[in-house]
């Protein structure tokens, strides 16, 4: 089965900084796609980054890049200059590529707190 | 505006009374589903639907119901409720089952006392 593992409950960062959230997953795919949401206080899961796993180049989106390492099954996400409305948890998900339910399989996020 | 509505979204009732949370999207979207989401766990599938009279469990189902006689709505139906069931529910939905593009309604707070 897929598993998604996050190992840092909370994280911290100054403004302007630089943060990165790990995540590690299982599976036995080839083919898969992983993610990045981003909860805030208002609760609503918003897509910040998306990576398909037979592409070589890590996915960026202006601040939001990501460190994808195929091999060692990890997935990390880099947010370049902190901002305030950076501050949520941060989920990692996976799907696999083809799936018949669409389902995502989630990690248990990072807490991401953004110091003045 | 293409979105996905849950209802309500905050709810606290006791131990046994049936409730039903409802979802509903204006996308004309296929595939629907139901999450939980739980401090230290993420969030698990619940339930999902292909289409209309069409749907199968998640990783979590016990002490869900939910139907799909409509494409756009998509209810999840609590018979008994425990307070294991508290939790954060959200309700995704998407064009199709193969179709990585998902959108997640905001969010509906459960507690039960």
């Known amino acids: 089965a897929q598993t998604v593992t996050q190992s840092q409950p909370e994280m911290s960062v100054q403004e302007a900084e630089t943060v990165t959230l790990s995540c590690t997953y299982d599976?036995?795919?080839?083919?898969?796609?992983l993610f990045w949401y981003k909860q805030p206080p208002s609760r609503q899961m918003i897509l910040v980054i998306r990576?398909?796993?037979?592409?070589?180049q890590n996915a960026t989106e202006n601040r939001f890049s990501v460190n994808f390492q195929k091999a060692a099954k990890s997935f990390s996400l880099k947010i370049s200059d902190s901002q305030r409305g950076d501050a949520a948890m941060y989920f990692c998900?996976?799907?696999?590529?083809?799936?018949?339910?669409?389902?995502?399989?989630f990690g248990t996020g990072t807490l991401l707190a953004v110091q003045p | 505006e293409a979105q996905v509505t849950q209802n309500p979204r905050y709810l606290i009732t006791v131990t046994g009374k049936k409730l039903t949370v409802t979802c509903s999207q204006n996308m004309n979207h296929e595939y629907m589903s139901w999450y939980r989401q739980d401090p230290g766990l993420g969030l698990r599938q619940i339930y999902y639907s292909m289409n209309v009279e069409v749907t199968d469990k998640g990783d979590v189902p016990e002490g869900y119901k939910v139907s799909r006689k409509e494409k756009r709505n998509f209810p999840l139906i609590l018979e008994s409720p425990s307070p294991n069931q508290t939790s954060l529910y959200f309700c995704a939905s998407s064009l199709s089952a193969d179709r990585v593009e998902q959108y997640f309604g905001p969010g509906t707070r459960l507690t039960v006392t």
């Open positions: 599976t036995s795919e080839s083919d898969y796609y």
């Open positions: 990576q398909e796993a037979y592409k070589q």
């Open positions: 998900a996976y799907r696999v590529y083809g799936g018949a339910t669409n389902k995502l399989i």
